[in-house]
């Protein structure tokens, strides 16, 4: 059980406190699965260049985790945990991976925005993403596509 840095809660209790509401827990998470690309990300989403992203569906089965939805509020984490922004989900599109457009490449911000660099580094990330699943990517896999804006800094 991995331990929630406490600018967590701080920030989550500003968030409501600005917006005159008794706080509760906001869930927390770092993008992708190393600390450069996490940063980074982080980074982007701050700079407002990082909008959207992006995770198979297989990973929220074999995961157990809900499914995003339009309102869900989120805090961004750089790789070690420490709050950054409350996003919020703006639109949720599950696409198939050879179907994802290069608009949405741009929307998630990373790398040089081309769809090219989309697929490349994402095909990389969802065989990293779904090792030790009973699921091996393939290119009509189901990606959520979800769409964000940051909310609170």
Request: glycine share 4%; charged share 30%.
């Amino acid at each position: 059980m991995s331990t929630v840095h406490p600018s967590v809660s701080e920030l989550s209790e500003r968030y409501f406190r600005f917006k005159g509401e008794p706080a509760k827990e906001i869930a927390s998470f770092y993008f992708c699965d190393n600390e450069i690309d996490a940063n980074e990300c982080a980074d982007l989403v701050l700079r407002q260049e990082k909008r959207a992203t992006a995770t198979s569906l297989w990973w929220f089965e074999f995961s157990e985790e809900e499914l995003p939805k339009t309102g869900d509020n989120y805090i961004v984490t750089n790789w070690d945990g420490i709050a950054l922004c409350v996003i919020e989900v703006e639109k949720v599109e599950i696409v198939p991976f050879n179907e994802v457009t290069s608009e949405f490449a741009v929307i998630e911000g990373e790398g040089d925005k081309s769809l090219e660099y989309w697929r490349k580094v994402h095909w990389d990330y969802y065989h990293r993403e779904l090792a030790g699943s009973k699921f091996k990517p393939q290119k009509d896999m189901l990606i959520v596509c979800e769409y964000f804006r940051v909310i609170f800094q």
